[in-house]
């Protein structure tokens, strides 16, 4: 048996234009040479050219859905409901489907005259159903996205007004990019596999794997030159892990500074104590071996773990320090680890557990 022929989807763009090019005098047989379609494709789709070109629809979309059964009513609703829409973007207010399918009869029932023929012709009421939701996504090019929390709730006046007055004060104080350092927590899911894979064409599935939830926080800082990269504050749920005591595993060798408690979080005590073992000494050891002026500035948002009183409890031994908050619900704008540092040390981590646990692929790569 032969394979069978696969059928071609045309857009309503691809259409519309057919149209055009007809009512310009292009003939139908030269039409069929350039779009490459048959006759009674290019037939049908002028016998409903009225139809098409009418077509309010988001582009690429290639289906032209009944519309002999709506009425006027529908179509004001549709797009009053879509005018609604984009003021709710706008605002950024969370709209789900239920929340438009209510909004969408409501508008329905204010726009029902009493007596009016356009009213007459819809004797059932409007039902927003879930067919009806779904073309009219299809109809205006809605779609669902996720919402992310920190830059959704950015204060951008005042993440511009810090900007400024940060810059003079760098100006006046006289740092360089060497002198000024920024330290930020992130979460590590350390053992988790990413959940997206490419298969070949033959398969439509690949199976699974349940995701591994063990978390741990790191503090990662560094300089504004990048020169200089603290050794990384780790905090995990368990002081001596079982693989650790298996390999008499020395923690203070480690490339991090290792601490502990059962929620895996940066408490001030933990805070405190690495800034004034690791982040202070190699800030100073730094400065001298760079021969720069013995100051620098450590900026910092303003999360429960990093105490206010930070520049008195480094006044003793590390007196050059100081230090710099970042205004609230700033932090996704102003952070400077906010700006891909932090996702590009994860990207390496995934590359780097990747070859760990793959290595028969970086063999086959070398």
């Not at 037939?43 to 077509?55: G, H």
């Not at 779609?143 to 006046?157: I, L, Q, R, Y």
Request: aromatic share 10%.
């Amino acid at each position: 048996m032969g394979s069978k022929k696969s059928r071609k989807v045309i857009s309503l763009e691809m259409k519309q234009e057919i149209i055009r090019r007809s009512e310009c005098g292009v003939k139908q047989c030269d039409l069929v040479k350039e779009f490459g379609l048959n006759k009674t494709t290019i037939f049908t789709i002028l016998t409903n050219k009225d139809a098409i070109k009418s077509a309010k629809v988001a582009k690429g979309v290639s289906k032209l859905f009944n519309e002999k059964h709506r009425s006027s009513i529908h179509e004001e609703m549709e797009r009053l409901l879509a005018i609604w829409i984009k003021d709710r973007q706008v605002k950024g207010d969370v709209t789900t489907q239920d929340i438009i399918c209510h909004k969408a009869k409501i508008i329905y029932e204010d726009l029902k005259i009493p007596g009016s023929s356009s009213n007459q012709d819809n004797k059932e009421d409007f039902k927003a159903s879930r067919g009806w939701f779904f073309r009219f996504k299809k109809r205006y090019g809605i779609h669902s996205v996720n919402m992310h929390g920190e830059a959704g709730s950015a204060d951008k006046k005042e993440a511009e007004k810090f900007s400024i007055n940060f810059q003079k004060f760098i100006m006046d104080e006289g740092y360089c990019p060497q002198q000024v350092f920024n330290a930020d927590e992130t979460g590590l899911f350390w053992k988790r596999m990413p959940s997206r894979t490419f298969i070949t064409k033959e398969e439509k599935k690949l199976p699974g794997h349940k995701a591994m939830k063990d978390r741990l926080t790191l503090m990662i800082s560094s300089n504004a030159s990048g020169d200089l990269k603290i050794k990384p504050l780790l905090v995990y749920h368990s002081e001596n892990p079982r693989i650790f005591k298996k390999n008499n595993v020395i923690k203070s060798k480690l490339p991090i500074h290792w601490k502990s408690n059962q929620k895996a979080w940066v408490t001030q005590v933990i805070f405190n104590e690495w800034i004034l073992e690791t982040f202070a000494p190699a800030v100073k050891k730094f400065l001298l071996e760079k021969e720069l002026p013995l100051k620098a500035l450590l900026i910092l948002d303003n999360a429960p773990s990093h105490p206010k009183d930070l520049e008195e409890i480094l006044q003793e031994n590390y007196p050059f320090i100081k230090v710099q908050y970042l205004p609230p619900n700033t932090t996704s704008i102003l952070q400077p680890m906010d700006q891909q540092v932090i996702a590009n040390f994860k990207k390496l981590y995934t590359r780097a557990l990747f070859n760990k646990s793959f290595p028969s692929l970086v063999r086959a790569e070398a």
